[in-house]
């Protein structure tokens, strides 16, 4: 479990899941640095400084990431809405751009560890999603957010940080079940994983060492 010396840089935490995961890392004592765009979307709360910034600029990540421990990021390209066919409302290499700042920023302040949230389907876990997923995938606008998805993996492996990737199914409800967690399509994945789930799972996850440098399909069980 983390410790409360750590102090958390979280990217996208004004989004479903991330507001989630401040919430659960204050809850266990562990202070928090949000990085956001519009502060007015996170209450303010013990043990949370908010800054308002972009993830994609390196200044605004190196003002942010000072006196952190680790860094989680819930950054994803959004649409309009959930719609796999609405259109995106942010860059399309949103995720890869931030990443890319962070990653810079945390080899500059010596931070070592990085907790993505990625998505089932990325690199070489497509055939763990059924094959209807795999369709909308390339022929929706999932394509532009998977794109971005492989791309931001592909910061984290080069960076030689002891990174995270959770390849989250489908997030669907904020029950908090039993964490599946797969490789190699093993065991095989079921097809949800709350946002709740996700996030505490993320959290939690940052001191194991056992989920370094790996990219952890993780389902409900």
Not at 9 to 36: D, M, N, P
Not at 98 to 121: D, F, H, N, P, Y
Not at 125 to 154: C, F, M
């Amino acid at each position: 479990m983390l410790q409360q010396d750590q102090r958390l840089l979280v990217l996208g935490a004004s989004g479903r899941t991330g507001q989630l995961a401040v919430a659960y890392a204050l809850e266990k004592g562990i202070s928090v640095v949000a990085l956001v765009r519009d502060p007015s979307k996170l209450a303010p709360r013990p043990g949370l400084t908010v800054l308002t910034g972009s993830p994609e600029k390196l200044d605004d990540i190196r003002r942010a990431i000072t006196g952190c421990t680790a860094v989680l990021s819930f950054l994803n390209n959004n649409r309009r809405s959930d719609s796999p066919w609405s259109k995106p409302v942010g860059p399309a290499r949103l995720m890869t751009n931030a990443i890319t700042s962070a990653v810079a920023a945390m080899k500059e302040s010596g931070i070592r560890r990085i907790v993505v949230l990625s998505a089932a389907g990325v690199g070489d876990s497509l055939r763990s999603v059924p094959w209807i997923w795999r369709k909308l995938v390339q022929h929706s606008n999932l394509k532009i957010t998977y794109e971005d998805h492989e791309a931001q993996e592909g910061v984290l492996r080069s960076s030689g940080l002891d990174w995270t990737a959770v390849r989250a199914t489908a997030l669907a409800g904020n029950k908090l079940k039993r964490t599946r967690i797969s490789y190699d399509n093993q065991p095989k994945p079921r097809m949800t994983i709350s946002r709740q789930q996700t996030a505490v799972f993320m959290v939690d996850c940052l001191l194991h060492p056992e989920f370094f440098a790996k990219a952890p399909v993780a389902s409900a069980e």
